[in-house]
DNA sequence: TAGTAATGTGCGAACATTCTAATATTATAC
DNA sequence: GTATAATATTAGAATGTTCGCACATTACTA
């Protein structure tokens, strides 16, 4: 594996590899929520669940559709990112 | 998914989210390799791929079996890793 | 247009990761 | 047992990540 390969490959992964993240992306694997569903469901607070939404559309695993002062998020990359999670949860 | 298997998993995906362990985990992925077969590879120093596989040891991705002085490593979890690799590279 | 609900941004402190340099360990060969 | 090859460990500086706080923005509603 080339250099440049292994670290666009890396920043991708680093978007994985945190439990927050992890969450928020499992709950989109349901289907489409806006901020305050995570909210919800996530102990963390309301900036933070933004903070991190912004490091998964950084790495374009997640996007929006905006419907009027509600973001409705999905994945961008559903195939990837339910992949991901099957591989990790077949492996226990 | 709960936040304990959040923590767990964000913590096996930390392990690979490096560039240096990928390409370590990618060359395991061919075959057995010891640390020098890595340095030959690898634009890093000795000490830097032993303390990249101690976080791969930790992380249960690889191991080793001891022949004299060689270490020989191996992936622990080939289809995992070779799985996640896939996916990734599949998703370009 | 003032108020409020939903969401985002910038900053800085706390914390975690990575790398380098020096040194240690282990196994073999002489 | 001394030398050498292979690998690991420790310590500390540099760097990156995360989070809380305060504030900003945007869109709707009364």
Redesign the interface.
Known sequence: ?D?DR??E??D???A????????IL??LGKGTRCVTDMEDIL?VTQVNISQHLTVLRNAKLVDFAQDGALRCYYLS?P??VE???A??S??H
Do not use: C, S, Y
């Not at 590899?17 to 992890?22: F, G, I, K, V, Y």
């Open positions: 594996m250099a292994a670290n490959w890396a991708l992964l680093k994985f590899a945190h439990p927050t993240r992890l969450q499992a709950e102990p990359r195939k990837l992949g991901v999670l591989l990790i077949a492996d």
